[in-house]
């Protein structure tokens, strides 16, 4: 079971969702916060692949999640590439990209999203392409504080108030990892990690220098704008 996470599971076909009207739509997205429907996980069904996520998330199913985003990386994607996804979250980048290469790496610190981003690997028959690591990607090698908050793609380390509890992580810089999993090449890095993405950055300075990535994407909110 999902950490104790789950009260319920129950079938949810995307196509259902996306047929729902406007108004709806937005009714639903209101009540995502509801603590009962942040403990409920459901299973989705989208475009015939099966996800589980928790009830909050429903919406990352009712509309198509980032199809600027996804259909770049998959566009870019070739048979023999290795994909490493920093903030995997539930596994969405890393099941669909898992279809198009070789090999990917997905990272995801938090535990509850993390055993659903493994549930959704093995549900989909993917685990002899995906390694996932329940790693947080920094500028330090190390451990921090990652700050728990109530929607569950937002959880961060870059603050500490606020936070619905705190969770102790193993941070590596990805210089680090890169090494220990000794890794020749890695063509395609997603990195979103909710404001910390500088901090990637700094700590992927050695592969920046001697091998980038083919295609480097990185979420850019206000806060890092400066990227």
Not at 65 to 70: D, L, Q
Not at 192 to 217: A, T, W
Request: net charge positive; glycine share 6%.
């Amino acid at each position: 079971k999902c950490a104790g996470s789950w009260a319920a599971m129950v079938g949810l076909r995307s196509s259902l969702l996306t047929r729902l009207p406007g108004p709806a739509k937005l009714a639903l997205l209101r009540l995502s916060g509801l603590p009962l429907l942040r403990r409920v996980v459901l299973e989705f069904e989208s475009a015939g692949v099966i996800y589980y996520a928790r009830a909050q998330d429903w919406w990352r199913f009712a509309w198509p999640f980032e199809p600027k985003t996804m259909r770049f990386l998959l566009r870019s994607a070739e048979p023999s590439d290795t994909f490493l996804d920093v903030g995997a979250h539930i596994g969405l980048y890393t099941v669909g990209l898992a279809r198009r290469v070789a090999r990917v790496y997905a990272l995801e610190p938090e535990p509850s999203n993390f055993t659903l981003l493994m549930r959704n690997v093995v549900i989909n028959g993917l685990q002899s392409k995906v390694v996932a690591l329940p790693v947080a990607l920094s500028d330090r090698d190390g451990w921090a504080e990652l700050c728990v908050q109530k929607s569950s793609g937002a959880h961060t380390l870059e603050k500490s108030e606020g936070c619905e509890k705190t969770v102790k992580v193993l941070t590596l810089r990805m210089d680090t990892l890169v090494r220990l999993l000794n890794l020749k090449t890695i063509e395609i890095v997603k990195i979103d990690v909710e404001g910390h993405e500088m901090k990637v950055i700094n700590g992927m300075e050695n592969i920046l220098q001697k091998n980038p990535p083919r295609v480097l994407v990185i979420e850019i909110l206000r806060s890092n704008v400066h990227l």
